[in-house]
């Protein structure tokens, strides 16, 4: 391509220069044109899955604003190439094979190492409004909201027009990785950077050292599902539009978390049904289950997901995943598991949600699932199972629904449970009972 028109589309603005240039996966030849240089204000370049060859134009180095680079190979080599002001060059060559320029890459992070240095790396998912530096100087006690088995959770407002909010996951800071962690480390990294759906937390970027890694994902403003149900709830002087206040806290109605489970149910439909090769996550539960302003669900956190070598096939785990309450019954005698572990973890968040009890509710022996058919097996109503902050005579009928749906779920045998797809199915179908209620249609109203 020579020349671009734009012409008779009614464009208003001001006219913007050039910042974001990706021409990767394609079938380009030849050798970087030295005229990319005059695009001064390029924050970043992808050239990568080309047949491109030849010297890379030494004043690159010089754009001040490029941040992540690509370039071409057999496999895509990313190069942060203005943490550092020092420009990097070499050659590419027709074969695929990059030389020289790997080989000054590698000395350049040797002399950084021992001047005791740390070289960043950043790997971007999406088109980025702010810099490395912008998250590494954020990464305070101040901002800190979480940390957990696999690292530390910080809020982060990045200075930019949006003022935009950020969650930033570190990984493992002290000392170097081991081999296990990095490997759980690129599997979130590998899935999540590919993934592109509303009901999935975005990951925006990488940012990687020796020995560290940070995760940095879009910011749900409404933390996740568990500290809703079970956790420190809001204060009622927060505003808050879509829960019910008792007290001095705020809790969800029931029509808000028939549409986070319908929202979650989605995110996993995808992950199951949507992707090649599907992805388990093996780790479903309130906690990972973030909710954006509106209360939309979005799964988090794959630091465990496993993609399935093929479609349908078990596969084998190394070691146990999940958290207590949520385990499906063939942990205790298998390693070969599929998508039916996520189902059955996925019902209990649904009791959950209906019981306003936790996964693990119950004495020692017992958690929220045994609980569950316990009561149905004792021939006690359904209704004295659900949550009484939003058990009002409108929802009852919904609520049982979903109640029944989470019993479904449970069967000890993974080929006796539904898919995905007919979990969602059957919420939907619930969701649009109670719209139709609402609106006083009954169950009669025309599809």
């Known amino acids: 391509m020579t020349t671009l028109s734009l012409r008779r589309n009614r464009l208003s603005g001001r006219i913007p220069s050039l910042s974001s240039l990706d021409l990767s996966r394609n079938q380009l030849s030849g050798e970087i044109p030295h005229q990319i240089v005059e695009l001064s204000l390029l924050e970043s370049l992808d050239l990568s899955n080309n047949q491109i060859s030849g010297e890379i134009p030494r004043q690159i180095g010089e754009l001040s604003r490029l941040r992540p680079l690509f370039i071409p190979s057999i496999t895509p080599l990313t190069v942060t190439a203005r943490i550092d002001p020092d420009p990097?060059?070499?050659?590419?060559?027709?074969?695929?094979?990059?030389?020289?320029?790997?080989?000054?890459?590698?000395?350049?992070?040797?002399?950084?190492?021992?001047?005791?240095?740390?070289?960043?790396?950043?790997?971007?998912?999406?088109?980025?409004?702010?810099?490395?530096?912008?998250?590494?100087?954020?990464?305070?006690?101040?901002?800190?909201?979480?940390?957990?088995?696999?690292?530390?959770?910080?809020?982060?407002?990045?200075?930019?027009?949006?003022?935009?909010?950020?969650?930033?996951?570190?990984?493992?800071?002290?000392?170097?990785?081991?081999?296990?962690?990095?490997?759980?480390?690129?599997?979130?990294?590998?899935?999540?950077?590919?993934?592109?759906?509303?009901?999935?937390?975005?990951l925006l970027c990488?940012?990687?050292?020796?020995?560290?890694?940070?995760?940095?994902?879009?910011?749900?403003?409404?933390?996740?599902?568990?500290?809703?149900?079970?956790?420190?709830?809001?204060?009622?002087?927060?505003?808050?539009?879509?829960?019910?206040?008792?007290?001095?806290?705020?809790?969800?109605?029931?029509?808000?978390?028939?549409?986070?489970?319908?929202?979650?149910?989605?995110?996993?439909?995808?992950m199951h049904h949507g992707c090649s090769p599907p992805v388990i996550h093996r780790d479903i539960k309130t906690s990972n289950i973030l909710l954006d302003s509106e209360f939309n669900a979005k799964i988090a956190d794959f630091g465990l997901a496993k993609m399935l070598a093929k479609g349908g096939e078990p596969q084998t785990m190394s070691s146990i995943a999940g958290s207590f309450g949520y385990f499906a019954p063939e942990y205790a005698y298998t390693t070969k598991v599929n998508e039916k572990i996520d189902i059955y973890s996925f019902r209990v968040v649904l009791l959950e949600l209906v019981t306003g009890k936790k996964a693990n509710y119950g004495d020692e022996n017992t958690c929220l699932a045994e609980w569950a058919w316990r009561h149905i097996q004792d021939e006690k109503p359904i209704?004295?199972?659900?949550?009484?902050?939003?058990?009002?005579?409108?929802?009852?009928?919904?609520?049982?629904?979903?109640?029944?749906?989470?019993?479904?779920?449970?069967?000890?045998?993974?080929?006796?449970?539904?898919?995905?797809?007919?979990?969602?199915?059957?919420?939907?179908?619930?969701?649009?009972?109670?719209?139709?209620?609402?609106?006083?249609?009954?169950?009669?109203?025309?599809n």
Not at 117 to 136: A, D, G, K, R, V
Not at 396 to 417: A, Y
């Open 206 to 270: 990488c940012i990687s050292c020796e020995k560290s890694k940070l995760l940095v994902y879009e910011y749900m403003v409404n933390c996740s599902l568990d500290r809703w149900l079970h956790g420190k709830r809001r204060r009622s002087s927060e505003p808050f539009s879509r829960s019910n206040s008792v007290g001095n806290h705020l809790f969800l109605d029931w029509p808000t978390r028939l549409q986070i489970a319908v929202g979650a149910a989605q995110g996993l439909c995808y």
């Open 383 to 446: 209704v004295d199972a659900l949550d009484e902050e939003v058990k009002e005579p409108c929802h009852i009928d919904g609520m049982s629904m979903v109640f029944k749906m989470g019993l479904i779920c449970t069967g000890t045998l993974p080929s006796t449970r539904p898919s995905m797809k007919e979990v969602l199915q059957l919420l939907q179908q619930s969701a649009l009972k109670h719209v139709r209620s609402y609106l006083g249609q009954g169950d009669g109203a025309p």
């Open 88 to 202: 990097v060059v070499g050659d590419i060559h027709s074969d695929g094979g990059i030389t020289n320029f790997v080989h000054d890459q590698r000395l350049y992070r040797r002399k950084k190492r021992q001047n005791g240095l740390s070289t960043w790396e950043l790997t971007p998912f999406q088109f980025l409004h702010f810099t490395e530096n912008q998250i590494l100087s954020s990464l305070v006690d101040n901002n800190l909201i979480g940390s957990g088995g696999s690292g530390k959770v910080y809020r982060v407002c990045v200075n930019n027009p949006d003022s935009e909010l950020l969650a930033v996951k570190k990984i493992w800071s002290k000392g170097s990785l081991l081999k296990e962690k990095e490997k759980e480390f690129d599997t979130e990294m590998q899935i999540l950077g590919n993934i592109r759906h509303n009901n999935i937390v975005k």
